[in-house]
């Protein structure tokens, strides 16, 4: 127990299980090892990124350095990594009011391709590889060292 109901607002405590630590690392390593082979089939590293958008209310409590400790995001000179808050609502707002916004929506719609990661043939030796924290490479990671 994180925080007992007592000293919460809802009246419930607050738990961190092994259950939820579990799904943390799960659901990192596949966002971590996702991005590395999208890069890779692009011949780009991380490095090559010039920012990354974090967008939703999970931007919003998200700590950088944490994220990046654990192996979360890259890591990248932290500057490149941008809070974007709901961007979905802001980007159908600008698309509905402006034609020329509209015609660039179509345009990025038209040029996304799609990605199996299933059938990627390093998807699974990424991902295993990203189940440590903050990763088994900890090159990719130097500003922990």
């Not at 089939?41 to 209310?57: H, K, L, P, S, Y």
Request: aromatic share 8%.
């Amino acid at each position: 127990m994180l925080v007992p109901a007592i000293d919460t607002t809802g009246g419930k405590e607050i738990t961190l299980r092994q259950g939820d630590i579990e799904n943390l690392i799960r659901d990192k390593a596949a966002l971590y090892a996702g991005s590395r082979i999208l890069l890779a089939n692009t011949g780009m590293t991380f490095d090559d990124v010039e920012r990354i958008f974090i967008a939703g209310n999970f931007g919003q409590s998200l700590e950088i350095e944490q994220a990046v400790r654990i192996g979360l995001l890259p890591d990248i000179p932290r500057e490149r990594i941008k809070f974007i808050g709901n961007s979905s609502l802001a980007g159908a707002r600008t698309a509905l009011l402006s034609r020329d916004a509209w015609r660039r929506a179509q345009q990025i719609a038209s040029s996304i391709t799609c990605l199996e990661l299933t059938i990627e043939p390093h998807y699974f030796d990424e991902y295993t590889a990203a189940l440590f924290l903050p990763h088994t490479d900890l090159s990719l990671f130097p500003s922990l060292a």
